[in-house]
């Protein structure tokens, strides 16, 4: 059974029964803009039937198949997998089918596109700058011997060479830090904190010898010196990477403090 506490703001609180698939009703406001057709942006309400486990994209798609066809969002795998559907939900970037609607404790929620990302309509953002300063970071071993030989041996990591890089490997490229960055947000030009993650990434694989190459890259006005470490990627990322760390990391790199 569903139990719903009493108005206290213009935002009604809701407490979804933990026990309970019973029905409650959100509102659901979705930003609308067209920026191709110079459309400013607008929010577009709906009621929309929500239970315990009704993730804020499954409240999308059902505006989308019962009440307004045209709302612009990308998702494909909805298991937190392919970063694709990421957007502000209540003005947090958040991961759209990872975000559960009984755990925002609202009845009303707001989903915008993601900021420090051009739009291409509604909530679906353009990835462009993001990829591109993912593959400027060289996203992959780099060995002169990377040819499989018959001589080839096989290249024993210790778990603690493992460690090293792993939790930067579970980056989805969902961009959420990079939309949570407040340095994205004056410096176009900035690499973001997606992309320095990844370069640490590779910067702490012992498998690699690509280091020389990457330090050179991030070692730029643009690069590590124009993060401010204000944190805030690391706070949203769905994945537990820590951008704002693997910046400090790479900064130890350049001044000799780390080999
Ligand atoms: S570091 Fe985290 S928030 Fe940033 S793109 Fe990768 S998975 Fe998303
Ligand atoms: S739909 Fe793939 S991460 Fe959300």
């Known amino acids: 059974m569903a139990?719903?506490?009493a108005p206290t703001s213009s935002e009604e609180l809701i407490t979804i029964e933990k026990t309970s698939g019973e029905l409650n009703t959100i509102t659901l406001r979705i930003a609308r803009s067209n920026?191709?057709?110079?459309?400013?942006?607008?929010?577009s309400e709906f009621k929309v039937p929500v239970k315990k486990w009704t993730t804020?994209?499954?409240?999308?798609l059902y505006v989308k198949q019962n009440l307004d066809h045209a709302v612009a969002v990308r998702y494909s795998c909805r298991q937190a997998s392919?970063?694709?559907?990421?957007?502000?939900?209540?003005?947090?970037?958040?991961?759209a089918c990872y975000t559960k609607v009984s755990e925002l404790h609202s009845n009303i929620i707001t989903v915008e596109p993601m900021n420090n990302?051009?739009?291409?309509?509604?909530?679906?953002?353009?990835?462009?700058?993001?990829i591109s300063n993912h593959k400027k970071m060289k996203p992959f071993i780099?060995?002169?011997?990377?040819?499989v030989t018959p001589e080839s041996k096989e290249f024993i990591q210790t778990p603690k060479d493992v460690e090293k890089y792993l939790q930067f490997s579970y980056c989805i490229k969902c961009g959420l830090c990079n939309a949570?960055?407040?340095?994205m947000a004056t410096d176009t030009s900035f690499i973001g904190p997606q992309g320095l993650a990844q370069a640490y990434r590779y910067v702490?694989?012992?498998?690699?010898?690509?280091?020389?190459?990457?330090?050179?890259?991030?070692?730029?006005?643009?690069?590590?010196?124009?993060c401010h470490f204000a944190g805030s990627c690391s706070q949203v990322c769905p994945k537990g990477v820590d951008p704002a760390m693997a910046i400090q990391l790479l900064r130890g790199y350049l001044l000799g403090f780390t080999k």
């Open 56 to 60: 804020v994209l499954e409240a999308i």
């Open 3 to 5: 139990v719903v506490t």
């Open 82 to 95: 392919c970063g694709s559907c990421g957007m502000k939900i209540n003005g947090k970037p958040s991961l």
């Open 204 to 226: 702490a694989d012992n498998r690699d010898k690509g280091k020389e190459d990457r330090l050179k890259i991030v070692d730029d006005a643009h690069g590590i010196w124009r």
């Open 180 to 183: 949570a960055c407040p340095t």
């Open 142 to 147: 780099i060995r002169e011997d990377s040819e």
């Open 35 to 43: 920026p191709a057709e110079g459309h400013e942006t607008t929010y």
């Open 117 to 130: 990302f051009p739009i291409i309509r509604d909530l679906a953002v353009d990835f462009k700058q993001l």
